[in-house]
């Protein structure tokens, strides 16, 4: 005789496994019980993507964690539903989730919410408070807030986990960071989201030290061609034809761009930041950097622009293989004194076979060339028609700055700095009055001293012996081919010399 069973209790043993599940495994909980609202289909389940679930891993494995993403990759989305994964179980558990305004926080709790109501009555606590921006449960006591950006937000707060959408585009992050950071010092979990909106500010901080190993975040980055809607025929050629090239890339690519229009071209700046190589050493306390040693027989040119030394502009040079167009050293420092500068620049001059010294002659390179003429009688420092250096004008800046565009955009310098392709990303043409200048809060004294060195090759590029690019056939790309004409005497010349030097 078959034994009976008891319905009742299989439906409670059904139950009490699967709740088991779900609070085993978010992944789990959130693909088989929250529905969401998809611009198209309706309501749907949500059937997490396969990069979706890798967030969901890192946010269990890791403390810290930060997304670079693309648009629309419904990360805030899935971010409502761990948290509310969250709430449900576990015991006094508290969200705090910070956006850019009040339409946008209350937007992530109304998802929150929404999927909260869609639940299956069995795993769907009771409610204790619920508003614009707070929902609590009643059986957990967990609640999750939802505020906009504000330097006060969190105080006060016993945090369980932070979660802080679009970051890069929250103005007041620095203060409110330092805010909250105490409240979730002792085990909190951070959760930082966001699209690429410029350099400099906190996120992208944030995401270089995490990506460098100088923070606790684990560093997230997503491609759209993850994305399974986006891998659909003809997707990307439609999606690019409707928006600009930088667009795109800030959009879709996540690239750090500068806030404004960049001075150079996008797909230029892309192939400087690809090419950036490891340094060889370092110098004066990480001031100088060094990716060749000099060449006995090449000539080099070194760029130089002086600041004060105070902690404001830097003083910057950089030293430039005549004979290759490689950048072969780099000098960056804010706090260096004006005569130990110029001690080093004539250091580096001498090592690099006496190199030409080209000085901006502006405000403090006037004192520099003083100190390297009387003091330091550096022999090779390179004078236009009126006086040593180069006096950089308004009358003469853009000139000077389209010689760096055209010597960048025809692969001219071979440029190796991740510093200095830092600089080149945030120097931007201001969209209200057309002036080029660093983006607001960067620098730009290493732009300006390869600007400078551009602009002084075209002026001395007779007197070198030739200017090769060793990657490229000699007679067909010569790194300065408008210094010699086809057919004139200094182009046979030249060529002749290549010859034999190059046998």
């Known amino acids: 005789m078959a034994k009976k069973t008891n319905k009742k209790e299989d439906h409670y043993k059904w139950y009490l496994d699967e709740y088991q599940k779900c609070k085993a495994d978010p992944i789990y909980f959130i693909s088989n019980y929250t529905w969401v609202i998809h611009p198209i289909r309706g309501k749907v389940k949500f059937k997490l993507y396969e990069f979706q679930k890798t967030i969901i891993e890192a946010l269990e494995g890791h403390r810290f964690n930060i997304i670079r993403k693309f648009r629309q990759a419904g990360i805030t989305t899935l971010c ?8 449900i179980f576990f015991n006094d558990f508290s969200n705090l989730v910070v956006s850019i305004g009040d339409r946008e926080s209350r937007e992530f709790l109304k998802r929150l919410v929404y999927m909260y109501y869609e639940l299956e009555p069995w795993i769907k606590p009771n409610f204790k408070e619920k508003n614009k921006h707070i929902l609590q449960l009643k059986d957990t006591d967990s609640i999750t807030t939802a505020v906009p950006s504000a330097a006060t937000a969190g105080r006060g707060f016993s945090i369980s986990q932070l979660i802080v959408d679009e970051a890069a585009f929250i103005d007041d992050m620095e203060e409110f960071w330092t805010a909250i950071y105490p409240t979730i ?3 909190g979990k951070v959760l930082v989201i ?46 690019r034809s409707n928006m600009s090239k930088r667009q795109w890339l800030q959009e879709y690519e996540c690239e750090f761009l ?35 040693e000099p060449h006995p ?12 030394g105070r902690g404001r502009d830097y ?24 005569n130990r500068f110029a ?62 565009e055209e010597s960048l955009r025809d692969n001219w310098f071979n440029i190796r700095s991740k510093r200095t392709v830092k600089e080149l990303l945030t120097f931007v043409i201001d969209e209200k009055t057309g002036k080029i200048e660093a983006d607001t809060g960067q620098h730009d004294d290493l732009v300006m001293s390869l600007a400078i ?11 070198v012996p030739f200017f090769h690019n060793r990657d490229s056939d000699f007679e067909d790309k010569l790194i300065f081919p408008t210094l010699a004409t086809p057919g004139s005497d200094y182009d046979e010349e030249q060529k002749e010399y290549l010859q034999w030097v190059l046998k």
């Open 258 to 292: 500068g806030t404004g229009m960049t001075f150079i071209d996008s797909e230029i700046l892309t192939r400087l930041r690809d090419n950036v190589r490891e340094l060889s050493y370092t110098k004066y306390n990480n001031r100088c950097w060094v990716f060749e």
């Open 194 to 239: 966001s699209t690429v909106n410029g350099m400099g500010n906190w996120y992208h901080t944030k995401w270089e030290g995490a990506v460098t190993g100088r923070n606790e975040f684990n560093p997230i980055i997503l491609n759209w061609k993850d994305h399974p809607e986006y891998q659909k025929p003809g997707w990307e050629d439609k999606t």
């Open 297 to 308: 027989h090449h000539d080099y040119l070194m760029a130089v622009d002086c600041s004060l």
């Open 80 to 87: 409502a539903a761990y948290a509310l994964y969250k709430m």
């Open 315 to 338: 003083s910057a040079f950089h030293i430039i293989d005549l004979y290759t167009g490689n950048q072969v050293l780099e000098y960056y420092s804010n706090s260096i004194p004006l």
């Open 453 to 463: 060195a551009a602009y002084a090759i075209r002026k001395i590029g007779p007197a």
């Open 343 to 404: 001690e080093h620049v004539k250091e580096e001059g001498n090592r690099y076979n006496l190199a030409t010294v080209v000085c901006e002659r502006n405000g403090p390179g006037r004192p520099l060339i003083e100190q390297l003429f009387h003091v330091q009688e550096y022999e090779n420092l390179w004078m236009d028609e009126k006086d040593f250096g180069v006096q950089v004008s308004n009358n003469n800046r853009e000139l000077i700055l389209s010689d760096l």
């Open 185 to 187: 010092s002792t085990g």
